[in-house]
Structures are given as C-alpha cells and as structure tokens.
C-alpha cells in the first residue's frame, strides 16, 4: 500500500437526497431521452426544482450526453460545477461529492444512462441508431483486454485455488433471485443450477449467466452537504467513505496477481478511513459486471479468504430463497446486481443501496438496514468503493 | 539468450501472402496491421515481427523489461528504452477460448472456440504477451504449459502464436534429479 496521510475530512460531509431510475430494459428511447427521465425524477424525488441545481456530472459513457448538453436539455440557469468523469458510478459520485465539499456547487446531478451496444449485443449490432458506435475496423481476436480479461483471469482463479464454476454459478444464482423483487430489472425470472451449467459458453470458462444483462436505462442521483440534506424530504444517505484504487501494472495481461489488484487498494483504503466495516454492514453490494468481480470483492472485502468463495457461499445459502446470506442477515446484491437488473455501470449498486437505506425498497427492504458496502468495478482501471450509511 | 526467432514461413499455411521486409512506410504498416492497435510507441514491436522478432521494450538503463511497449521506464523513468528480441519462450499464465468475436480468416469460434494465451516470458517475472496457439496436438492447452512462438500468418500480418515448447533448460531443475543426488 502507498504510504497515505489516512485524512478522511469528507466523511460524513456529503449526503445522497434525491435518485431516479428509468429501470432497465430493452427498449427504443435514446440514452438523452433516458437521461432527462432519470434526472428530472431524481430532482423532483430531492425535492428540488431545475432552479436548485448548480453542478451537473455527466458521463464518458458511449453514447451518453455532456453535462453542456444536459444542462441546456433540463433547462437549468447557469451550473458552477460540470464534469464528464469515465463509467462506472464511483467516479461520478466521488467528482459530485467533491465539489460540494469544495464548495464549487450546492446540490450536484448524477445523471448516468447506459445502452446497449453493438459490441456486446447482437440485437444491439441489428440495430440501425445504434451502428455508430460500432467502429469499421475489425480488431484482432488475440486480445485480453476489457471483457475478454475476466474470462482469462477467472480461469487463473480456478486454476490457482482449484474452484469449480460453482461459487460463479450462485452469484448469478442469487442475482435472479433477487432481482424477482426489484421492478426496474431487465431479466426478473429465476435461475436453476441446471440453467446456469447449460448455460451458451462465451469466452469459456465465463457463460452468457456469467456477464451482466445489456439493456437500456439511466439512472441519476442528487448530492448536497449533510446540513443541507436535513432540510430535504428523503431521509439523508450519508457518504461514511468513498474511494477508487489501482495498482501500478493495471494493463489486464500484465497485472502480476490476483492477490494485489484495484480491489485490495480499495479495500485497505476505506478501511483505513472508515469507522465502520464488513461487521457493520447490513446490505452489500459487490459490482458483478462478471460473476468474478463479485467473487472476488467477496474475498478481498475479508468475508472468507482468497480462493474461499465456493465453500464459503455455499455455507452461507439460503436453499429456499435461492441467494446468498451472510451469516443469515447480509444479502446480497438485492437488486438482482448488473447480472440481472442489467449493465449498470455500477448505477443500480448505489440506487439499491441508498433505496435500502431509506427503507423504501417495499418487498426487497432489509429490516432495519443503516449500513451498505457499496463495491462498483472490477481488477484493473475501475475497483472502487464506498460505505454509505442512514443518518 | 537474445536470439532472433527463426520463424517457419516454409510451413506456414499462408506463404503466398509472405510479408515484405520491414521498410513498410508508416502508412503501410498501420494498414497491414490495421486492428492490431498500431501507433508510435509500439510500432517498433510490429517491424520487429515482420522481420521474424519478437522485439520487448527494455531499459538501457537498468535492464528491465516492460509491457506493453512504452516510450519510458516505469521503473526508473529513463527515455533510453530499446525494443529487444527475446526468446519467445514461456509458459501460459492465462487461457480462454472465445465462442464469439469480430471475424477473422482463419479464426473458428464454434466448436471448442478460438484459444487466446497469455504467455509469461522466461526474461522477467510477470513479463507477457498475449496471442493465440497453435494446435497442442490431441491434447488440450492449460496453464503452466512450456510454449514457445511461432508467429501466424492472417492476410499477410503475422499474429503472435505460439506452440507447445521442445525447449530444454540448459539448467534443468527437475525434481527427480535433485532427490537423486
């Protein structure tokens, strides 16, 4: 770990009060169009009006609007604070966060929409708006990069620690299960053991139930200062500690180990900030782009030890609801995670999370949670984390 | 051990399509490997192909390889980097097959899918390069596997490849020969 000053002087500064989701689906609505619902839902939820918001994240996301571009579509008056951070949510909601801190703007819009693309869906590839994305240069299969990285590394994984794909098959297991309960998922019916084996090999050893749903949606979030967040009608999410980590050889062929990647560098950094940790949490929610991302946060948040997940998942099952529950209270993922609710970026993650919070999330609510380990992307370029709790 | 590989183009099943010498213009070498992620800090890795090397950016410095090709040392910042043939010999490290990916000559994702390796060079620790192999005969490929290059050949670009190792160490470390002595 780099030596650090393990100053925390946001914790607990910055509040969550508003969120918006269009749910996640395939559809026919523009990402823009998907945007301005999600945003306007988010600020009304806030209980704000365009007029309250002065700082505005946008993301890098193809095909995904600037924050010059939402501004004029919302309709705001003038923001002091805009930025276009790269996907995946921590990013965003750092960037947010920080600059209400810093004092640069008052009450910050998230705004995050996600599409299909023709590189991860053949429907999406048939699709007419969507070819621009598509580049007309053909890239050479011999690459281990993105995507492909994971289904390389968790075949080092099992070779290492000599798992078997059944710990990968009750993360989407549990995924289904949950997202059963949760409106706004893409892909709500359940899993069998069975399914999941016979599931279409991809980039074997990581089947089509091992990667995250591709749908459309959006969601947004608004960010104020706790004292202000105490004036608004939702009950104040608070942001305890929030990071991103990386290591020094992040290039996915070249990272040396699975014992030190993105995900150890978050983890030591929001405990070494944090008062609060795996013992205190009541919901989790590790990002399952693949089902070994979600896995390996497991491991690497200190649950069980590395290579530990296939006995520790299935002592920690519940048979009848088909997920995960750690020690019989955490679950995981309720949402249904990027498996099942879909290809989230990490959004869902922290809606579900805050949702729970405020002890809104109806069939799916945990009885009494005031604490969420958050756990968005991957090894490489994108592991990041947050703790959030009730105020 | 900084020898040249000597590339078997006589067998190679695509000699027709046998690339020129490596005074390809910019242009033309972007153009024959259009797809492979050409640009200025490692189109001296892709003239080395053409030429038979496998070229490996080393510090004339401090003697450390890196990867992928960069215009300075990440570990001690000199700008005096060499691209330098190594071996080509190593181990597989990662393994996938692909059932699914953009198209290419030569390239069947049915069946058993196209394999891509990862192979740890025997020059440095976690030293890599990423490719395809060559078929293992009737035996699958996994991890741990002794492979050595042989480049491809797809429309006249050679791909890095590589096949099972008939390599032996000059200072062999087996087992059965340590619990003899």
Known sequence: MARSMKRSPMKDQIAIVGIGSTGFSRGDRSPLSLALEASTRAIRDAGLTAADIDGVVATSEAGAASAPFLVASLGLTEVSHHSRPAPLIMFSLLDAAQAVFAGAADHVLIVTPVMMSSWNSRRAAADPWRRGARSTIRPIPEDAANANAYATWAGRYMHEFGASKDPFARIAINS????????????????????????RMIRTPLNMFDMDYPADGADAFVVTTAQRAAELPQPPVLIHAATTGVVGENTEDQLPSLKRHGQHVVVDHLKARSDLWIDDIDVFYPYDGFTIIALSWLENCGFCEMGGAERYLAEHWNEERQRIEIDGRIPVNTHGGSLSEGATRGTGHLREAVTQLRGQAGARQVEGAKVALVTPGGFFFNSQGAILRSA | ???SIQTERDNSPDTEHKPAESDLSDAE???????????RDNAAQYRGRLAGQLLINRCADCDRYHQPPRPMCPSCWSFDVVPTPVSGRGTIHLLMHLHAGPPADGVDYQNEGHPVVVVELEEQDHLRVTGTIHSFGNREPSIGDAVELEYLYRGGAPIVAFRPSTYQPSQPSQPSQRSES
């Not at chain 1, 059963?180 to 999941?196: C, G, I, T, V």
């Not at chain 2, 070498?29 to 640009?39: C, I, K, N, P, S």
């Open chain 2, 29 to 39: 070498l972007l153009e024959l490997f259009a797809g492979h992620g050409v640009y």
């Open chain 1, 176 to 199: 289904r299960s949950n997202a059963a309960a949760n409106e706004l998922a893409a892909m709500r019916k359940p899993l069998s053991f069975d399914e999941y084996h016979a599931g």
């Open chain 2, 1 to 3: 051990m900084a020898d």
